[in-house]
């Protein structure tokens, strides 16, 4: 009689650790990638060694090697990660509703605000693609959907241009422009800082007047009157 209640508990006590192994693999995962994350951006790739990864995320190396095998598949991981969460967005900014200006402004806000939630990813890609790195590039291409709602940005560039609305001017270098003054801050952040004497706190502040900035810089160059 008492054979049932005790399979009961048994399967009960399974199911109890089973979720308690899987929640501790992903925690693990997720360790290991925020560890890994850091070590890459601040290093780079060829300098960042998995044994100090491990140690830093206060594991053996052998359980970074049985969830990644390898550093060049942790860092695929890393980078894969880090795309996935801001290209999206970044597409998304580009293939808005509204008005030619809104799009703009939309454009630079996004850009603005999003390198100020990953402010380390500007100095990240631009030191990795110096040292042609080949992972870099495949992951960047994997993560091109950005690519549709540029080219429609483009687009309405010209078909600005075309109605007189603004003044001749190639849209890449208007997208150029417009990234380019979005992002350079982070890259220069570190020399800008100390070289103008601005604490860390107050580049949150100055980037965020930086975005109307931008807006009426770009707007006041191109638009036709």
Do not use: C
Request: glycine share 4%; no cysteine.
């Amino acid at each position: 009689m008492t054979i049932l209640p005790l399979q009961n508990q048994y399967i009960g006590f399974l199911t109890i650790w089973f979720n308690f192994v899987v929640k501790l693999e992903k925690d693990s995962e997720k360790l290991i990638l925020k560890v890994a994350q850091k070590h890459f951006v601040s290093k780079g790739y060829v300098a960042t060694r998995t044994q100090d990864i491990a140690d830093d995320a206060g594991i053996n190396k052998a359980l970074l090697h049985y969830y990644y095998r390898n550093k060049e598949k942790l860092y695929k991981a890393v980078i894969s990660k880090a795309f996935g969460e801001v290209m999206p967005i970044f597409a998304s900014a580009f293939a808005s509703n509204g008005t030619f200006w809104d799009k703009i402004k939309k454009i630079i806000n996004t850009y603005i605000d999003t390198l100020r939630s990953h402010p380390e990813l500007p100095i990240f890609i631009m030191t990795e693609l110096s040292q042609n790195n080949v992972s870099l590039i495949e992951e960047l291409k994997k993560h091109s959907a950005i690519q549709p709602s540029i080219q429609q940005f483009l687009k309405d560039i010209e078909t600005e241009v075309a109605t007189g609305n603004i003044r001749e001017i190639s849209s890449p270098q208007l997208v150029l422009n417009i990234i380019g003054m979005s992002v350079f801050p982070f890259m220069a952040k570190p020399i800008f800082t100390k070289l103008f004497e601005i604490p860390s706190e107050a580049f949150g502040a100055l980037m965020e007047e930086r975005k109307q900035t931008i807006y009426n810089f770009i707007r006041n160059a191109i638009e036709v009157k």
